[in-house]
């Protein structure tokens, strides 16, 4: 074969490949099988409002009120008396004639014991009454006497006791008939200071002269 036609020959199966090349192309193209899509990006988280720490103070504790008989004694005003009738007791000493002088100026203790579960002020003196053999009241005056305490308010605590003393005469000097009648009380009528309702007492103690006289002083811790 000549050159001429070798190098013709080699054109055409070299146009030849590249047209095969091309169909191959062409087909690959067309048997092409799609890619899906990317899904979409996560939306992005929605913003949290910043937090701020707030310090609460701490609250102050309650006020307790405190009860009408767990006030001090300090609050308690002069001249005011805050026992109860029910939490004291009474009773004079000596009770009887037989603790007493042979004659002349008599003198007895009245002593007023706290039986309570609370303390309690007393404040004054305790005043009395004479009551005869039929319930009648006697006469007699109370008057006191300048040479004992002042008055001043008085604590008495759970257990613990006021005492008040009281002089009479059992027979009459004052200018009277020494024969004159005395009182002669059976029982005796004590009131608190501020109280109206009365302690009653056997008054085994004889007879008050002078009319019924008795000097008093005023109460004060035992």
């Not at 707030?54 to 002069?78: C, H, K, L």
């Amino acid at each position: 074969m000549s050159l001429l036609h070798r190098q013709q020959h080699r054109s055409r199966v070299a146009t030849g490949l590249v047209a095969l090349g091309v169909v191959a192309s062409v087909s690959a193209c067309g048997n092409l099988v799609p890619q899906a899509a990317p899904p979409p990006p996560p939306p992005a988280p929605a913003p949290q409002p910043a937090t701020e720490t707030v310090t609460v103070p701490a609250s102050e504790p309650e006020q307790q009120p405190v009860e009408p008989s767990q006030q001090p004694s300090s609050e308690v005003s002069e001249g005011d008396s805050d026992c109860q009738p029910e939490q004291l007791r009474a009773r004079f000493y000596p009770d009887s004639v037989m603790g007493l002088d042979s004659e002349g100026t008599q003198h007895t203790v009245l002593r007023v014991a706290n039986v309570g579960s609370t303390a309690c002020t007393l404040n004054g003196h305790a005043t009395l009454d004479f009551v005869g053999e039929n319930s009648e009241l006697l006469p007699m005056s109370l008057e006191e006497n300048p040479a004992g305490p002042s008055a001043e308010p008085v604590t008495i605590g759970t257990r613990e006791a006021v005492l008040q003393d009281f002089w009479w005469e059992d027979t009459n000097t004052d200018g009277r008939d020494p024969a004159a009648a005395c009182t002669d009380p059976v029982k005796v009528r004590v009131f608190m200071p501020g109280e109206q309702t009365p302690f009653f007492l056997d008054w085994g103690l004889g007879a008050v002269c002078n009319g019924g006289r008795v000097e008093h002083g005023q109460l004060f811790a035992e």
